[in-house]
């Protein structure tokens, strides 16, 4: 069992260290679990880490409702960044609503549109961006280090939950009064846009649920990923 108590003090000396050396950096909030234990820590703390989320315009309305529930706990309002409205509309009319579920290719386009973008224009001019990855959620992720440098976006990314259990992460929820997604409760240990997640069964991986008609192996939205493959490119001492 791990000890939360030195996984925690870990965690908030990284977040310390990026908002000391590392500004001006970003926070990537899917609004999931393990990014409202970021999200606690940086507001606690006051860091001067901005926090951001993309609304894709297919998330469940339990994930917007996570927008208020911070608002009301924190008093801090999170910045959305949205997809451009005319590619969106561009690929609806070439390929329908839904052609994420014809293929990966389909998929990722879906992905690359509502996400990736707006992602590109939240890093803009920021030195350094943080997630709320862990390396036990998937196979794609189990090379995850805490600091990697991002040759993509010519940048410093930080997953410092990287060695949480889902445990540790409720854990630490529990104990300090946490806001969380209600889908969570309902079966749904990863989310992501509504359409692309469903819940998982006992037993099952938590990223089961994300993207469930493709191999675990596509099971990536491209934000984490270059040239279409997911690397880690060079993991920096800590």
């Not at 860091?47 to 339990?62: K, V, Y």
Request: aromatic share 8%.
């Amino acid at each position: 069992m791990s000890d939360l108590t030195s996984l925690i003090h870990a965690t908030e000396q990284t977040l310390t260290r990026i908002a000391a050396d590392f500004s001006p950096a970003v926070f990537a909030s899917s609004l999931a679990a393990e990014d409202m234990v970021l999200t606690d820590m940086i507001l606690k703390a006051k860091l001067p880490i901005g926090i951001f989320s993309l609304e894709t315009g297919r998330l469940h309305q339990e994930t917007l409702a996570v927008l208020d529930k911070v608002k009301t706990r924190y008093g801090h309002d999170i910045t959305l960044y949205r997809p451009q409205p005319e590619l969106v509309a561009a690929y609806v009319e070439q390929n329908g609503l839904n052609a994420f579920y014809n293929s990966v290719e389909m998929r990722r386009e879906c992905c690359r549109i509502r996400k990736v973008e707006p992602l590109g224009r939240a890093l803009a001019g920021n030195k350094a961006w943080v997630t709320g990855q862990r390396r036990a959620q998937s196979a794609t992720r189990a090379e995850l280090h805490v600091q990697e440098d991002d040759a993509a976006h010519a940048m410093t990314k930080f997953n410092p939950l990287a060695d949480w259990s889902e445990e540790d992460v409720w854990d630490y929820i529990r104990a300090n009064d946490v806001p969380y997604n209600a889908l969570h409760d309902q079966g749904y240990p990863s989310i992501g846009c509504e359409p692309c997640t469903r819940a998982v069964q006992p037993g099952e991986d938590v990223r089961a649920g994300r993207w469930w008609w493709e191999n675990p192996d596509s099971k990536e939205c491209g934000l984490h990923m270059v040239d279409g493959k997911l690397i880690r490119i060079k993991s920096v001492a800590a």
